[in-house]
């Protein structure tokens, strides 16, 4: 059946509900009202419980990078290491040295992991302050192994973890608190199906601390406003309200699902896409034991035309699909299985695929 918009299974932005849109269209509130505070503060403990962290959770009005940028300028003092995997994980380099931090590279090749044993040997040279990492690469479809990292910075004390969680949020358990993390943050346009606009992040009591004695945070993204704001319920700017009211509806999604419901539901759907990759004689992009869980990145090994396969799955479909990121353009296409997707929708896209494939 012709929908009457395209349908994205890119890896964010991805389809957006007609409820979420429906909740965007309340009435605007002033950001310093008590319907504002209400609204901000009503959502607060379903956000912890998400974040698995005692800690507030701050709403950001900028894209997830706005934060990631954030987090090299309240954080690092000294020297930050960035784990590099991937588009995302790569930029984040160049982030560090354009705020004119002091930056070091721990460097695999796109489509291998990150490992604990790699951030160990690298921050035993001594000097660092903080880590970037990101738990699900987006641009390669690789998952590192965040709680064996996680285990491996408690031997650094000093040493801030900064995770990027874009891709992975809400689609398997990351419990912030438990794992001590130090910076946990997430955009609204990938696995929280919202539109784009707004970023989500949770700083921890220590992290907060380091914050304080570290000039030139700026103020857009700093920290302690965050902190301060917070404390009533409010944001250090005029936040983006409609995503806000996006945001509680599919916080409400979300709980009366059940988060094991929602786990269990994103890993179904992600092995559903894997059965047919090798029912295609495709490969995967990612070693066994270190794919994404909320998308997959698959080897072009067949050496189709992805570009045109795209093309006529859109024109016949009314579905998109990635055709590779940056350089991996035409050796890989990336399927989102993130949001609000059943069995039935994958099994209607992996449908449109196949009836596709050939020209
Ligand atoms: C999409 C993505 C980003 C960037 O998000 P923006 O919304 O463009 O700021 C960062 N990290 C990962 C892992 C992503 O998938």
Same mark, same amino acid.
Request: hydrophobic fraction near 40%; charge should be negative.
């Given at each position: ?7 994205? $299974? ?5 389809? &957006? ?52 940028? %954030? ?14 995997? %991937?588009? $995302? ?25 990150? @490992?604990?044993?790699? #951030? ?9 302050? =903080?880590?970037?990492? #990101? ?14 990292? =996680? ?39 990938? =696995? ?51 995503? #806000?009211?996006? @945001? ?41 034991? +270190? ?6 990145? &698959? ?19 009314? $579905? &998109?699909?990635?055709?590779? +990121?940056?350089? @991996? ?31």
């Amino acid at each position: 059946m012709p929908r009457s918009h395209v349908k994205l $299974f890119i890896p964010g932005p991805i389809e &957006v509900s007609e409820k979420t849109y429906r909740a965007m269209t309340e009435p605007m509130i002033g950001h310093r009202s008590g319907d504002f505070k209400a609204l901000y503060g009503g959502i607060q403990p379903k956000l912890q419980e998400l974040f698995g962290t005692k800690r507030p959770v701050f709403l950001s009005t900028s894209s997830a990078w706005g934060v990631m940028e %954030g987090s090299i300028r309240n954080l690092v003092g000294k020297k930050v290491l960035n784990c590099m995997c %991937g588009a $995302f994980s790569d930029k984040w380099f160049d982030v560090s040295k354009r705020v004119g931090k002091a930056a070091d590279t721990l460097q695999v090749e796109w489509g291998k992991p990150v @490992l604990p044993e790699q #951030i160990e040997a690298k921050l035993s040279e001594g000097g660092f302050d =903080a880590v970037t990492l #990101i738990h699900n690469e987006t641009s390669t479809g690789v998952r590192s192994p965040l709680p064996e990292i =996680a285990e491996v910075m408690k031997k650094f004390p000093d040493v801030m973890l900064i995770v990027d969680t874009v891709s992975s949020f809400s689609t398997e358990s990351i419990p912030m608190d438990e794992l001590g993390i130090d910076v946990l943050l997430t955009g609204s346009q990938k =696995a929280l199906a919202l539109p784009p606009g707004l970023a989500l992040f949770s700083v921890s009591e220590r992290a907060m601390e380091r914050a304080k004695t570290i000039e030139g945070r700026g103020y857009y993204f700093d920290f302690v406003e965050f902190a301060k704001n917070q404390e009533q319920d409010m944001t250090p700017s005029t936040p983006v309200i409609p995503l #806000i009211y996006a @945001l509680r509806s599919k916080l409400e999604d979300i709980f009366s699902e059940g988060l094991e419901n929602r786990f269990a539901r994103h890993k179904k759907l992600n092995s559903i896409v894997h059965e047919w990759v090798k029912s295609k004689g495709f490969e995967f992009f990612a070693p066994e034991g +270190y794919r994404s869980l909320s998308l997959t990145c &698959v080897a072009n090994n067949r050496d189709v035309d992805v570009a045109a396969w795209i093309k006529r799955l859109r024109e016949k479909h009314q $579905f &998109v699909i990635d055709g590779g +990121y940056g350089k @991996l353009k035409g050796k890989t296409f990336r399927i989102s299985n993130m949001g609000d997707e059943t069995e039935e929708t994958i099994g209607e896209l992996l449908a449109a695929l196949d009836d596709t494939l050939e020209a």
